[in-house]
């Protein structure tokens, strides 16, 4: 219990979704995060605007029950199998966040300045969640996946496509975190 | 009752999600600034046990739980899409530090701010849908 209560290591996590992404393939599915989003927009009625939100409803419902089970997951894990300790982050990081005037840096999953209820009282604070969704939203079907289906499937799967899209998301994550985040919050 | 075999995976990656903190913000973070190796290990491992199994299934032609013979769908070859697309969902998960599968997991601990980035992934999908002919593929 106790090793299934601390941090997991790297490799314990990692084949462990290696695995899943495996189970899904035995189970007759495939491993994509993102794809539920698109049957979201078709259940709210988006076929009436876009075929491109024209398809079989009734067979994209497990991906819908995948994502009830991660959100139960998330549940299950963080209330019930981990210890309420910081997160062990490199120095350096956590340094330059201190310097731009983040607190409590790594003692929640995610920062206050970014994701604590009060930034629902600012403008901003809306614009950079909203912004930051729509891109995740709008580039995961334009690239045709996400880091599931692109990064873990499709490159189990040696497909050059995933790695082109991989390298995408490594061009557009390093321009936000070197030049747009720092002007964001200086 | 075929159904909990999906509840159950998502169950289980929710909880992996949050036990190898690939849901924290600063572990996506640190990925892009290179300060750490934690997710580097994570994904390239998963792709290490992916690739072995798929590479098993196809030698092995190993047939699902059905029964029915397992095949891989290739990804389209659209690599204007894939690029274009890649970045701009790069944009987004270096601003808020979470991809999709994340994002779920993120409100099941009570991050409730989360909502408001699942639902503009949800207009962003939507958008796509609405101009995806017009884009470069």
């Known amino acids: 219990m106790e090793f299934i209560l601390q941090p997991w290591p790297w490799y314990v996590s990692g084949p462990l979704i290696g695995l899943i992404m495996l189970a899904l393939t035995y189970f007759g599915k495939s491993f994509g ?24 409803i009734k067979a994209q419902n497990w991906n819908l029950i995948v994502v009830l089970g991660v959100i139960l997951g998330g549940y299950l894990g963080f209330h019930h199998l981990r210890y309420d300790t910081p997160l062990a982050l490199s120095l350096e990081v956590v340094q330059d966040l201190e310097a731009r005037g983040f607190t409590e840096i790594g003692v929640h999953l995610v920062p206050n300045e970014l994701f604590g209820l009060d930034v629902l009282s600012s403008p901003r604070g809306w614009a950079i969640l909203i912004i930051g969704g729509f891109l995740v939203g709008f580039g995961a079907r334009y690239a045709g996946g996400c880091t599931s289906g692109h990064a873990i499937s499709g490159l189990s799967n040696l497909q050059l496509p995933s790695l082109v899209a991989v390298i995408g998301f490594f061009i557009g994550g390093l321009v936000m975190t070197y030049f747009i985040f720092p002007q964001l919050f200086q | 009752m075929k159904n909990l075999r999906f509840l159950l995976s998502g169950i289980l990656f929710g909880i992996i999600a949050v036990k190898s903190e690939i849901i924290s913000w600063y572990r996506i973070h640190e990925m892009f600034l290179f300060k750490s190796f934690h997710m580097y290990g994570i994904i390239g491992t998963a792709i290490a046990v992916g690739a072995t199994g798929v590479w098993l299934i196809k030698k092995y032609k190993i047939k699902d739980i059905d029964g029915q013979p397992i095949s891989f769908a290739d990804k389209a070859p659209l690599y204007k899409s894939a690029l274009f697309g890649g970045i701009m969902f790069g944009l987004g998960w270096g601003l808020v530090g979470a991809c999709p599968g994340p994002m779920y997991t993120l409100l099941g601990t009570g991050i409730w701010s989360i909502a408001v980035v699942i639902a503009s992934a949800v207009a962003g999908t939507f958008v796509y849908g609405l101009i995806a002919h017009r884009l470069p593929r």
């Not at chain 1, 794809?35 to 079989?56: E, H, I, V, Y």
Request: glycine share 12%; charged share 20%; hydrophobic share 40%.
């Open chain 1, 33 to 56: 995060m993102s794809s539920n989003l698109r049957t979201l927009c078709a259940l709210g009625g988006a076929g009436k605007f876009s075929d491109f939100f024209k398809f079989d």
